[in-house]
């Protein structure tokens, strides 16, 4: 690259992660939101769940941005993602027991399911990792 | 205990330990012999030349194996009690093991076991749980990312030129949540397998004493396998020693920053990498001592060998990737016997010819101010 072609400005953040796309929570809820959306066999849950699984990916994404200028804020909103996924894991839970005897679509609720404890674990995770880095106690580490 | 555990067991720590000459004369060996010992089958050796018979010195008068020493000195400084040791090891092994034992052990290698002096801290201020950040990378294989964080506070607060470092314990502490996984699953280009060299003039390789080499001479001895070799040294180099902060870290650079390097800082980097692709590789250790970050590599046979260019590319990233300026890092490579370092700033910055140092330039000015009175 010539040095007349390169911007300055393109300096990226210290730190591996360049923007909130690249969290894998992020990246992971958003795909599994539109797996879910296009279930064929939703009917009146489809609004719900679409909505509470689109909101998981944007508290993720709100929270990254503002932990930079106050941790309680972004905290707050990791523990609403956490709610909201353990919510839609009882929605899902719901609606697996709804298709008990059809194998297929149980057996495709069972591994969104699946998928989403993993997810909340992950974002715990965040949660605790964030704390320590740009949280009050993030400060010292010991307990 | 499964019976095929105990035979992989008994196999990898039947084939390690063997001896290429003589101990006493430095003659040629040869192979006379297994002695069954109560845990353990140990390979004899006889000298034609001075007519003796011996074992490998590793194993003399040692009822139990190496390796389930190395894991009960690990276990202890992971701050388990020796009920709880003894229990897992039984487990492990399906091997007895007394608690008079396990302190007897603790204290002859204690030379091997800096971690003690830190240890009562730790159990202070430390539930078991937090002591370390571990997570296994599955990246394109699979690495054991491991942090110490309590290792890292103390060293921090120890002393006051470490507390700058502190961004780097941030880095560390994120790795495990925040880690682009998704672009060290791609296929990017390795740090380990750049070709391109770089301009080592100027760069001082220094070969040096490091107790790096005398914890792989002890620890390599129990394991024979090359890659769990890997493992087991920088695990035990965690959890016993009082500088290694974190192993198997990943770390990578973009264009951006090959861009800072080259026309902010004025660094000579001998390549570029595209748009969108990345510049990826895992740094075995990580230590922090002699108010330095350094940044160390095992290489089997090290004097051999010159992984010059992975280590400053590692160093480059672990800069960007914390914001310490390059000055703080050095790097070095060790095997048992030998341990070179070089500073990675003398490889990509060197100093410019004809420049006037600052007390040169104060000396003209005072000449001047003379002349001009």
Not at chain 2, 23 to 42: A, D, M, P, Q
Not at chain 2, 247 to 258: A, S, Y
Not at chain 2, 271 to 276: E, L, Q, S, W
Not at chain 2, 348 to 370: A, D, H, R, S, T
Request: charged content about 35%; aromatic content about 12%; some cysteine.
């Amino acid at each position: 690259m010539e040095y007349n072609r390169y911007n300055r400005n393109n300096f990226r953040v210290r730190s591996p992660v360049k923007t909130f796309r690249d969290l894998e929570v992020y990246q992971t809820t958003i795909k599994l939101s539109n797996l879910l959306t296009n279930l064929d066999f939703l009917n009146e849950e489809k609004e719900e769940i679409k909505k509470i699984s689109e909101r998981i990916p944007t508290l993720i994404a709100e929270s990254y941005g503002d932990k930079f200028d106050s941790f309680e804020i972004a905290e707050k909103k990791l523990d609403e993602a956490i709610t909201l996924v353990t919510n839609l894991i009882t929605k899902i839970d719901l609606l697996r027991d709804k298709f008990l005897e059809n194998k297929e679509r149980k057996e495709t609720l069972d591994k969104i399911l699946t998928k989403y404890s993993y997810q909340k674990l992950k974002v715990l995770n965040l949660k605790k990792a964030w704390k320590r880095v740009y949280g009050k106690e993030g400060n010292n580490g010991a307990n | 205990m499964e019976q095929t555990e105990l035979i992989e067991d008994k196999e990898t720590i039947e084939s390690n330990k063997k001896l290429e000459k003589c101990l006493y004369c430095s003659g040629k060996i040869v192979k006379r012999g297994i002695r069954k010992k109560k845990f353990e089958e140990v390979q004899i050796y006889y000298c034609k030349n001075c007519d003796k018979r011996f074992t490998s010195q590793i194993t003399k008068n040692k009822t139990y194996p190496l390796r389930i020493i190395l894991d009960t000195l690990t276990l202890y400084n992971k701050l388990y009690s020796f009920e709880e040791i003894s229990d897992l090891i039984k487990n492990k092994y399906g091997m007895p093991l007394s608690s008079r034992i396990i302190s007897r052990w603790i204290e002859e290698y204690k030379n091997y076991l800096p971690f003690l002096r830190m240890r009562e801290f730790v159990i202070k201020n430390y539930k078991r749980k937090e002591i370390t950040e571990e997570s296994k990378l599955i990246h394109q294989q699979i690495y054991n990312f491991k942090f110490h964080r309590a290792k890292s506070d103390l060293i921090l607060e120890e002393e006051f030129r470490h507390f700058k470092f502190k961004p780097l314990k941030n880095f560390l502490e994120l790795v495990s949540s925040e880690c682009p996984h998704q672009i060290f699953r791609e296929k990017q280009e390795r740090a380990s397998e750049k070709k391109e060299k770089f301009n080592l003039n100027e760069v001082k390789i220094v070969p040096k004493k490091s107790s790096a080499s005398q914890f792989a001479n002890f620890v390599i001895q129990a394991v024979s396998n090359n890659k769990e070799r890997h493992e087991v040294l920088e695990e035990f180099m965690l959890y016993n020693d009082s500088v290694t902060v974190a192993i198997e870290v990943p770390v990578l650079m973009d264009v951006d920053d090959i861009n800072h390097y080259k026309f902010e800082l004025g660094f000579e980097i001998p390549f570029t990498i595209n748009d969108g692709e990345y510049l990826t590789g895992h740094i075995d250790l990580i230590q922090i001592r002699n108010g330095s970050i350094h940044i160390m590599d095992f290489k089997p046979s090290a004097k051999k060998e010159k992984p010059i260019e992975q280590l400053t590319i590692y160093a480059l990233a672990l800069s960007r990737l914390t914001g310490i300026r390059l000055y703080h890092f050095k790097c070095a490579w060790f095997d048992s016997k030998d341990y070179f370092e070089f500073f990675p700033l003398h490889v990509v910055y060197k100093k410019k010819k004809g420049k006037i140092n600052k007390n040169q330039m104060k000396i003209n000015l005072k000449e001047e101010v003379k002349n001009e009175n």
